[in-house]
């Protein structure tokens, strides 16, 4: 790559401030709205049932296109797309009451309470049962990177939603944070069955598998520093350091999870510890010269030059560890009753309340945090300080109130039945299988994104494509990985790293 097309890809990607907080909000909408036309459809229909070519072109226009639109031609007018993709569902839904009343949840009387747990404990239902909108999260969530990664590099792209420099907010801000808290929220499965199944936690075997799973990470993470150096590949300096990526991130994130875990936690619960050790950080950042030197030291030995994802890290293992605690609390088929408590009531939608309870609780915070006089703190994706936590944590706690609310409403007795095969049947018809392949290969698709974008990258000349250049492109690209993932999940692979 000539010196001067380096410069002017590098440029490209920096010294940018963002945009603001409720545009990103209505951009991403688009992910939860498009998956309530396609669970209108399902719901109403049936219409991804017999899942043919026309049934997975569909999904992929609903829940990939529409996010490609989103963030690219729809940009400047995501409430219109999003109204476009509501309106058909209301309409559908409306005029689909018969199919509604057949799916509609049976109550049960409080007196058959305990018949009815018994029956679920007979007939063999799990304490963790299958959760449809987490899939969509999830899915969704990587159909969103996945195109970022590579329309980030083309002008159709807003400048406004690539990372900032330093301070402010944006949607690739957003996606790398989202990427930590959903691995921390499905993080919680495998700690649940070890505490349903009675095992204590030995800390040297924690710390044993926690390095075992960051190594393949950790290959990716220098595969990917030595070919974007031997390639001589344009690099944003201050996103992570000269040497440190995203894959590093990821790799150190399980050894820190395990290392937390392992201190005396004092009764304090997960997302306790995970604001103790953020705001910890932040003290830091506040009253020492750390701030100045993650932003204007020179890069003149190892540490300094990889400063950003060093100090990040801080910030990286508080979201995680907030995505863990949400699942330990909305993974199991029963949760807390936090939800029940700050209401003074019982809810009918017990799941959603829940969610609802994260969501108010860490939006308040990252009020509080940005708009209290005497904080009055910015966020900051490089430093990964106390409000990018709580930015990200209000973020997709409310995303995860939408999918739920979806769900909620389009398929009302997903988990009234009193047998784990009816369920297992139900929640297939409920999901996605577009999103679903993405969220069960995510992080193979991330790697293969990656390898994907390097490749567009070094034989297009992504600055001066046209429109429609740059869109068909990025369409050929997200639908590769749409088939890919789908084939994959259509045979049962799971690629494991």
């Given at each position: 790559m000539a010196q001067s097309y380096k410069s002017l890809k590098e440029n490209f990607v920096s010294n940018l401030s963002g945009g603001s907080i409720s545009?990103?909000?209505?951009?991403?909408?688009?992910?939860?709205?498009?998956?309530l036309l396609w669970s209108a459809l399902q719901s109403s229909q049936g219409f991804f049932v017999g899942y043919g070519p026309i049934a997975f072109l569909t999904d992929h226009?609903?829940?990939v296109g529409a996010i490609l639109a989103a963030t690219t031609i729809y940009s400047s007018a995501p409430v219109a797309l999003n109204l476009l993709l509501i309106l058909p569902a209301i309409i559908l839904y409306l005029f689909s009451s018969k199919s509604r009343t057949r799916q509609k949840r049976p109550l049960h009387p409080k007196s058959a309470k305990g018949e009815l747990h018994a029956r679920h404990n007979q007939d063999g239902l799990g304490p963790l049962p299958e959760r449809p909108f987490i899939t969509h999260y999830r899915g969704s969530m990587m159909v969103?990177?996945?195109?970022?990664?590579?329309?980030?590099d083309f002008q159709v792209f807003p400048r406004r939603f690539a990372k900032v420099e330093t301070w402010g907010t944006s949607l690739m801000d957003m996606g790398v944070g989202s990427f930590v808290f959903s691995a921390g929220l499905v993080s919680a499965r495998p700690v649940l069955k070890a505490r349903g199944a009675g095992e204590t936690s030995d800390v040297a075997a924690s710390l044993k598998a926690a390095i075992r799973h960051s190594l393949p990470l950790l290959a990716l993470g220098f595969i990917r520093l030595y070919s974007v150096k031997g390639l001589d590949y344009a690099e944003h300096v201050s996103e992570y350091g000269v040497h440190w990526n995203f894959f590093f991130t990821l790799a150190f994130l399980p050894p820190s999870v395990a290392f937390v875990?392992?201190?005396?936690n004092w009764f304090l619960s997960v997302d306790m510890i995970a604001l103790f050790v953020s705001c910890i950080y932040q003290m830091v950042l506040d009253s020492t010269s750390i701030t100045a030197f993650i932003l204007t030291a020179p890069r003149d030995h190892l540490f300094s030059q990889n400063r950003e994802g060093v100090f990040?890290?801080?910030g990286y293992l508080?979201?995680?560890?907030?995505?863990?605690?949400?699942?330990?609390d909305v993974l199991p088929r029963t949760g807390s009753n936090l939800s029940t408590f700050i209401l003074g009531f019982k809810s009918a939608y017990p799941l959603l309340m829940r969610l609802l309870t994260w969501s108010v609780w860490f939006s308040v915070l990252l009020f509080l945090a940005t708009s209290y006089s005497a904080l009055a703190l910015q966020v900051s994706r490089r430093l990964a300080n106390l409000p990018y936590v709580l930015w990200v944590c209000a973020f997709n706690c409310v995303q995860l109130v939408l999918f739920c609310a979806v769900e909620?409403?389009?398929?009302?007795?997903?988990?009234?039945?009193?047998?784990?095969r009816t369920e297992k049947q139900r929640c297939k018809h409920a999901t996605s299988q577009v999103l679903a392949a993405f969220n069960r290969n995510g992080l193979a698709i991330f790697l293969l994104a990656n390898l994907l974008t390097g490749l567009v990258n070094l034989s297009t000349d992504t600055l001066r494509a046209g429109q429609g250049r740059a869109i068909g492109t990025i369409f050929i690209y997200a639908t590769a990985l749409s088939l890919i993932?789908?084939?994959l999940y259509r045979n049962n692979l799971s690629i494991k790293l």
């Open positions: 545009e990103i909000n209505y951009v991403t909408a688009v992910a939860p709205t498009a998956v226009l609903l829940n969103v990177t996945c195109v970022a990664i590579l329309a980030v875990q392992a201190l005396p990040s890290m801080f508080s979201i995680f560890l907030v995505g863990q605690a949400v699942g330990l909620t409403l389009l398929f009302p007795g997903l988990y009234s039945t009193t047998d784990q993932a789908t084939c």
